[in-house]
Nanobody, 114 residues
């Protein structure tokens, strides 16, 4: 049974930083795609950042230059460093890992407010 567990969310003031983590456990093999998505209330889930096997990263325009995606060498932990946070970054953040199957975490809430 594969499980992804996100952590690191919370309440932060505008301009602040958070680092999200997503740890994979269980029999997870052949991961070639890892990503972070977010969903704000009343909105559809949207892509935030992705990283593929080659290490190539991709970011939504809204977070470029502020967020950085990274992973550990074993490809069992995914990170999202979020700097210069804005109120519009408020959302539930989900990690996704794709191999033979697509796996999702349960989400971690990020709230940016003064």
């Amino acid at each position: 049974q594969v499980q992804l567990v996100e952590s690191g969310g919370g309440l932060v003031q505008p301009g602040g930083s958070l680092r999200l983590s997503c740890v994979a456990s269980g029999s997870i093999f052949g991961i070639y795609f890892m990503g972070w998505y977010r969903q704000a209330p009343g909105k559809e889930r949207e892509l935030v950042a992705t990283i593929i096997n080659s290490g190539r990263e991709n970011y939504a325009d809204s977070v470029k230059g502020r967020f950085t995606i990274s992973r550990d060498n074993a490809k069992t932990t995914l990170y999202l460093q979020m700097n210069s946070l804005k109120p519009e970054d408020t959302a539930a953040y989900y990690c996704n890992m794709v191999g033979t199957w697509s796996y999702w975490g349960q989400g971690t809430q990020v709230t940016v407010s003064s």
